[in-house]
């Protein structure tokens, strides 16, 4: 839904690129998830590590936690493998990819760069999915699954059930895309804002819990009302935020010409 969106408020300047491929690029956002079921693995280690950064992981820590390096070898000199492992590394995942596709933009209508514009395509769709994990809050905290407060599965209550009950509810407002300078800063911040509204998730789901044995319609009502909005906007953020990336790769790149649809593709039968 959220990388939908995302391709739909591109601006028009690299829009003809994606949106022809809208479906396929939102139907992809979804890979990443299934390296981890598939047990991929990257120059950094195992996937799943890729999807989060336990921000406050630090024992009375606080934003915008600067305790931990946004230098990767730094982090992992300051805290070990095993721990930084533990926590994980979205922020330099989303970079990784992000740079990659700066590259893949700079190839376009290369002639030796045929598969430029897939890629492209391809590498959003990934982005997309790191940049929206990092704007759902739980992906930014060591109690990332309420596992600490008696609260266990709120992760999916919170991103999967409640969103999915009624999907036609969330409302899309699209806000303006921004250039952004600095990728990876921007995904720590993205992380840090997303810590900051831990706490009021597990108050709502506590709140919604309260005199209730099961996680029945009247609990998701409850999460709907005191969280919903906030998921709202997270959803929105995300949207944007996935069309400001795909902008600012373009911009990095030096504003490449996009090539019209099927220019890639040579004829077959000289006429
Ligand atoms: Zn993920």
Redesign the pocket.
């Known amino acids: 839904m959220i990388t939908e969106r995302a391709v739909e408020q591109l601006p028009p300047e690299i829009k003809p690129l994606y949106i022809t491929h809208q479906a396929f690029i939102a139907e992809h956002s979804v890979d990443?998830?299934l390296w981890?079921v598939a047990d991929l693995k990257n120059a950094r280690g195992d996937e799943p590590p890729?999807?989060?950064l336990d921000i406050d992981f630090e024992e009375g820590s606080t934003a915008p936690f600067l305790n931990v390096p946004r230098d990767y070898d730094e982090y992992v000199r300051k805290y070990g493998i095993g721990p930084t492992t533990r926590y994980g590394r979205l922020p330099w995942r989303a970079e990784e990819i992000y740079n990659r596709l700066v590259d893949a933009m700079k190839q376009l209508g290369r002639p030796d760069a045929p598969y430029a514009a897939d890629n492209a395509r391809y590498l959003l769709a990934v982005l997309a999915?790191?940049i929206?994990?990092a704007h759902q809050p739980l992906?930014g905290a060591l109690n990332y699954d309420g596992q600490m407060t008696n609260q266990r599965g709120i992760h999916a209550r919170f991103e999967t059930q409640m969103i999915l009950r009624d999907r036609t509810a969330w409302k899309w407002t699209p806000r303006p895309v921004q250039v952004i300078t600095d990728f990876k800063a921007f995904m720590f911040k993205t992380v840090v804002d997303s810590q900051q509204l831990v706490a009021s998730l597990l108050a709502a789901d506590l709140k919604a819990t309260e005199g209730r044995e099961w996680y029945d319609d009247a609990y998701f009502a409850v999460l709907t009302k005191e969280a919903g909005p906030m998921a709202e906007r997270r959803m929105n953020e995300a949207a944007t935020a996935v069309a400001s990336a795909a902008y600012s790769a373009w911009i990095a790149a030096g504003r490449p010409a996009i090539p019209a649809e099927g220019e890639r593709t040579p004829a077959r039968i000289r006429r």
């Open positions: 990443p998830d981890r890729n999807h989060f999915h790191y929206e994990d992906h």
